[in-house]
């Protein structure tokens, strides 16, 4: 019971986190220039990931606190084991593209700002803490933290922690069409809302390339979601 209430707790906090970083984007100058654009806030495969973090941690709380409903010594429906089975499906895009997001941004913020960092409000705002950002688009590191840390260390956690290893058929079958599936979802749309943004993506680095190489870029992204999938399962205790 103890352990299954501290479950609840770090879901509920890591949701809190992800929710109180998000809502705190609203309070900077870069907030009101994304939502005129098309697609808004959408657009950033960030945003896309932390609310697939926050869903996921949500339904982690749910089937926690839910019970069965048993009538007699019957049990009539088990909510909860519906509910950790939709979860886990869930968990495999949220996992991976929580993963990939940090490790894209914290590399290329450490090495190669310009290509995640915009220099102006005409350019591509992305949210950071870099001293590189013009003042418009800086913001607290505990926000930077929690838009590009938070989601991908919690799930980590409660995957390691809480919950079981993935099949061999899951992780050869399902997970590679889940990534393969996003990847031509969130590549179509970002097209398609840079063609309505004057051809100005969310993220510099696909800005300054032709199609040819946002497409090699998005393809080599769900490579290596998939692979960083395969790996922490792999190395899973359980």
Known sequence: ?????????????????MITAF????????????RNQYGGHLQYLTIQGLF?????????????VIPPLRHGGLILS??????????????????????????IY??????????????????????????????????????????????????LLDFLVFEKKYSRKEVNIHVPVVVALYAVFYGLWVEHCASRNGNIFPYPFLTQNPLKVRIVIYAGAAFLAFGSFKLLNRVHPR
């Open 106 to 155: 914290w590399t290329l913020l450490v090495f190669f700002p310009d290509l995640i960092i915009a220099s102006d409000v005409s350019a591509t705002p992305e949210p950071t803490s870099s001293d590189a950002a013009p003042v418009p688009f800086r913001l607290p590191l505990s926000i930077d933290l929690g838009l590009h840390a938070v989601p991908a260390l919690s799930l």
């Open 52 to 64: 697939i973090a926050i869903a996921t941690m949500l339904i982690g709380v749910l089937t926690d």
């Open 78 to 103: 088990d909510g909860p084991a519906s509910l950790r089975s939709f979860r886990r499906s869930l968990f495999i895009a949220a996992m991976p593209l929580a993963v990939i997001i940090s490790s």
């Open 1 to 17: 019971m103890a352990f299954s209430a501290f479950r609840g707790l770090f879901r509920l906090a890591s949701a809190g986190a």
């Open 23 to 34: 809502r705190s984007l609203n309070t900077s100058a870069v907030d009101a220039f994304i």
